[in-house]
């Protein structure tokens, strides 16, 4: 699952004019005609870092989103689903591997990107800062979070970058089951007995706040953000994604009987535009920087699995190895 | 205080509350080298490209791919190929012949004995690099002259991989009963859930009832 809703900041590398123009119009030029640029290609450094943080930060929401699913496997109601829910997880983890190796070609190290989500330099999807209480709240995570990550997914496979969207490509594929296994488990719930009903919409009422957080806050739509979507690194706006999600999902939650916990929320006839209750912004910064129910519980059991398997690395370890970034 | 977690597996882990020191940085090769997979969806279709993985050595490689690459869809054969061992062309603009623009340059040294090469196109940035076939030559540069020679009018090509056939692990034959299993596992398919069904009938049941 993704952690949609990148904030781009600016970086030093804003600067353009220290970026060889002849090279830059080639760079644009190649983009503009709807070619993909290849790891060895020429790309200006805000591109280069800015591809980084992002692929990065989708690997790390890949990996820590797999936590709050991975710790209901043992407790899934029945052995088929037990093995869907532990053939998700999977799915999760090798697109955390994808991923990885996507950012890796434009040369930052995975060692580096590991160590640097268990610091909290990196970010993750601020979602799995959530914890999952019942069955039910891992259902409307496989389904509803999984639905915005595909959302934000399909946008980014149509991006500038021909590892990324090679690796989406992939990944899209997989979350095909992931979005009809989620939906399958919250409609068994909701069509099921008045506790079961009770349960799920519980769980909804806990989650849509954090959901609609998810495509992150509205973009200031700065030169910076024009950029980037010129050179297909962002490709669609924060809003344009939420509005995506809310025209596809809320009819599907409404057909089962179930309520959005958000009084204003409506579908603006004139507009075609959704209408909400603006989210608790000050409550994401909280949380994103730290300050939420789950945050440390998330890393340190991160840190744990690598600490504790350090050992083993090491000793597998060629002495002769030699470190190559991956090509594609 | 020790962490307290929703999940008592995580509780007995008695992972510390509260400001903890940061994690040392991790050593270079902690995450292992690289290697390259491929793999082949059916007898007719040629290896393609599946994605790198890391691994200590050929063999967790192959293991790591296998997983990785061909958990979930079809296969029937897989390579894989340290990443060091691939010579790579520069990339052609989409729509070009990176063979026209290449200046293949006599080999430095020859070595004595030829042996047989894996051609590996890429028709389109972006795309997979898809297994064109083996030339015979006795270095990269001869291969790639070769490869030429033999497969040069396929264009669009945007880019070139050789590779050394002694550097493939390649599965085999008997292998194949691996991926027997794989659609078998109809539970990871989207076309299992017969979502639409259940809907529909709670509608029908619920058609009175205001929600
Ligand atoms: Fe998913
Ligand atoms: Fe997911
Ligand atoms: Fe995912």
Redesign the interface.
């Known amino acids: 699952m993704y952690g949609g809703g990148n904030v781009f900041e600016a970086t030093k590398f804003d600067d353009l004019q220290t970026e060889d123009p002849a090279k830059l119009a080639e760079f644009e030029a190649r983009i503009a005609r709807g070619e993909k640029i290849e790891p060895t290609d020429w790309m200006p450094q805000l591109y280069r870092k800015q591809l980084i943080r992002m692929i990065e930060q989708h690997a790390h929401s890949e990996i820590i989103g797999a936590l709050p699913e991975g710790t209901w496997i043992t407790r899934a109601p029945g052995f088929r689903r037990k093995m869907a829910q532990m053939a998700k997880v999977q799915d999760e983890v090798g697109h955390a591997q994808l991923l990885y190796s996507a950012a890796e070609t434009l040369g930052k190290s995975r060692e580096q990107m590991l160590t640097d989500l268990i610091n909290g330099k990196s970010k993750y999807s601020n979602v799995f800062n959530y914890p999952a209480f019942t069955w039910a709240d891992s259902n409307i995570i496989s389904w509803l979070i999984d639905a915005g990550a595909i959302v934000n997914q399909m946008a980014n496979a149509k991006g500038s970058y021909g590892p990324y969207s090679r690796a989406l490509e992939r990944i899209c594929a997989e979350e095909a089951f992931h979005l009809k296994y989620g939906h399958d488990a919250v409609v068994h719930l909701a069509t099921g007995t008045p506790k079961q009903r009770e349960m799920v919409q519980a769980a909804l009422n806990r989650w849509w706040p954090p959901i609609m957080t998810f495509f992150g806050p509205s973009d200031k739509m700065s030169t910076h953000t024009e950029t980037l979507m010129r050179w297909k690194v962002k490709m669609a706006s924060n809003d344009d994604c939420r509005q995506q999600f809310l025209d596809m999902y809320v009819p599907k939650i409404w057909e089962l009987g179930l309520t959005v916990p958000d009084p204003n929320l409506k579908k603006n006839a004139e507009t075609g535009q959704w209408e909400y209750t603006e989210p608790d912004w000050d409550e994401f910064k909280r949380v994103i920087n730290g300050d939420g129910p789950c945050n440390a519980e998330r890393l340190a059991v991160r840190r744990t699995a690598e600490e504790r398997g350090a050992w083993v690395r090491h000793a597998l370890l060629n002495p002769k190895a030699k470190y190559v970034r991956p090509l594609a | 205080m020790s ?1 307290k ?3 008592p ?2 509780t007995r ?1 008695h ?4 400001e ?1 020191p ?2 040392e ?10 290697y ?1 997979a491929f793999h082949q969806k059916k007898e007719s279709t040629p290896h393609a ?1 599946a ?4 691994a ?2 050929e063999d ?1 490689a192959f293991l790591f791919a296998k ?2 690459y061909s ?3 079809p296969c029937v054969s897989l390579w894989v190929v ?3 061992n ?1 010579q ?1 062309t ?2 052609a ?2 729509g070009e012949n990176v063979y026209d623009i290449l200046r293949v340059e006599a080999p430095a040294t020859q070595s004595e004995q030829p042996e047989p090469y894996e051609i590996f196109h890429l028709k389109k ?5 898809t297994h064109v076939g083996r030339v015979v030559a006795t270095s990269y540069q001869e291969a790639l002259q070769e490869a030429k020679n033999q497969f040069g009018d396929k264009a669009p090509i945007v ?1 070139v ?1 050789v590779v050394k056939s002694k550097d493939v692990l390649q599965s085999a034959e008997d292998d194949k009963d691996m991926w027997a299993t794989t659609p078998d ?1 109809k ?9 639409m069904d ?2 529909t ?3 029908e049941e ?1 058609k009175n009832t205001p ?1």
């Open positions: 962490l977690s929703l999940d597996r995580v882990l992972l510390p509350d509260g903890v940061p994690m940085e991790k050593p270079a090769l902690d995450q292992f080298e690289t390259e490209y994605g790198p993985v890391h200590p050595n967790v997983e990785q958990r979930r869809f340290r990443t060091e691939i790579v520069p990339y603009n989409d940035r972006g795309k997979a690099h880019n991989w596992k539970y990871r398919e989207a076309i299992a859930y017969k979502v259940k809907i009938k709670y509608k619920n929600a």
